[in-house]
């Protein structure tokens, strides 16, 4: 969708959850006559320059998908700073959360298996992204950006086996996600967080087996998060 549609879409919501007519395309007017009005907390999720400023303009909660580094948290929050101001806001007023690829494992050949698949998507969302200048991402992610010719195979999409995953090196793996021992992994969300996070949001997406699923949950559980708790101000 283009963010001219992403916006109109995002405004609807609001006002059929707030109980007021809204008007979509040819639709013509829609109303929830069944719901409780109310002010439903709107989350988006972006990647691009152009999407990361629309969501500091018009959401109340701003998921970043760009990469699990400080410099790459900071490069999105400045964007998102600057839509919130030109709807008279600032970050104060929005929650701000990081979408982290996420794994945990002694074994660093298994971290970088389970993250490259996340990482190449993320990868490819940035080279489809409009306004994107490539240059104003850190140097070696931008190198990372010209130099990549593989097409993106969304038969595959996260998944570490396909063609477009296999020659990532491991520094834009790790760039893009957090993956590996506890220590290294409650290292590395620590340094997110002091970037001036309010949410983290750790997704499994390539992790294909149940157990494997419930084992980093069980472990992220027992022995960093309890660390979080008492030390930051993270609300999730």
Not at 8 to 34: D, I, M, N, P
Not at 58 to 65: E, P, Q, T
Not at 105 to 114: C, N
Not at 138 to 167: E, G, K, V
Request: hydrophobic letters at 40%; glycine letters at 6%; aromatic letters at 6%.
């Amino acid at each position: 969708a283009t963010n001219a549609a992403l916006r109109q879409y995002v405004q609807t919501c609001r006002s059929l959850f707030r109980g007021e007519t809204a008007r979509w395309g040819e639709r013509g007017e829609l109303k929830l006559h069944w719901a409780r009005p109310r002010d439903v907390p709107i989350i988006m999720v972006a990647s691009g320059p152009r999407t990361l400023e629309l969501a500091g303009e018009i959401a109340d909660c701003v998921c970043m998908l760009v990469g699990c580094r400080p410099d790459l948290a900071r490069w999105a929050l400045e964007h998102v700073r600057r839509g919130a101001e030109r709807a008279g806001r600032s970050l104060a007023d929005l929650d701000i959360g990081l979408w982290v690829h996420f794994f945990i494992t002694d074994d660093p050949m298994q971290a970088h298996e389970e993250a490259r698949g996340g990482v190449a998507a993320q990868l490819n969302l940035w080279k489809q992204a409009k306004g994107l200048q490539i240059d104003e991402l850190p140097a070696d992610i931008a190198a990372q950006l010209r130099d990549r010719t593989a097409n993106y195979n969304y038969r595959n999409h996260l998944s570490a086996d396909a063609r477009h995953a296999l020659d990532l090196p491991e520094a834009v793996v790790q760039a893009g996600a957090v993956a590996g021992s506890v220590d290294h992994c409650r290292q590395r969300l620590r340094e997110l967080v002091d970037v001036g996070l309010d949410s983290v949001y750790l997704v499994l997406l390539s992790v294909r087996e149940q157990e494997e699923r419930l084992r980093v949950i069980r472990t992220f559980s027992d022995k960093i998060l309890p660390d979080f708790r008492q030390s930051t101000g993270v609300k999730e």
